[in-house]
């Protein structure tokens, strides 16, 4: 069974940044996609950003240019480094685990971490 851990979450104004880092219980990265998705309060969870397992990124349209996923394979960690934060960025982050491919739906992870709040304030 795999665990993630999400950390690094927190109150921030409008045009700030936040790291977010997910810690996996052991090894996920290969052949695995890591994953972030968000969800704010009344709303559906969506996609923010992937890790393939070869190590390419993919992005939602709202934060691409703004949001940076990256890993660290040794510490079996993931981070998604959010710059010039806005206040429809927040939500709850959780990070997830899937199978080969990249895909934008939560259906295709199987493995989720808590969550950890992110507050942008205007």
């Known amino acids: 069974q795999v665990q993630l851990v999400e950390s690094g979450g927190g109150l921030v104004q409008a045009g700030g940044s936040l790291s977010v880092s997910c810690a996996a219980s052991?090894?996920?990265?290969?052949?695995?996609?890591m994953a972030w998705f968000r969800q704010a309060p009344g709303a559906e969870r969506e996609f923010v950003a992937a890790?393939?397992?070869?190590?390419?990124?993919t992005y939602s349209d709202s934060v691409k240019g703004r949001f940076t996923i990256s890993r660290d394979s040794r510490k079996n960690t993931v981070y998604l480094q959010m710059n010039s934060l806005k206040p429809e960025d927040t939500a709850v982050y959780y990070c997830?685990?899937?199978?080969?491919?990249?895909?934008?739906?939560?259906?295709?992870?199987?493995?989720w971490g808590q969550g950890t709040q992110v507050t942008v304030t205007s």
């Open positions: 997830a685990s899937g199978p080969l491919l990249v895909a934008t739906t939560p259906a295709h992870y199987q493995y």
């Open positions: 890790l393939s397992w070869s190590g390419s990124p």
């Open positions: 052991r090894g996920t990265f290969s052949p695995s996609v």
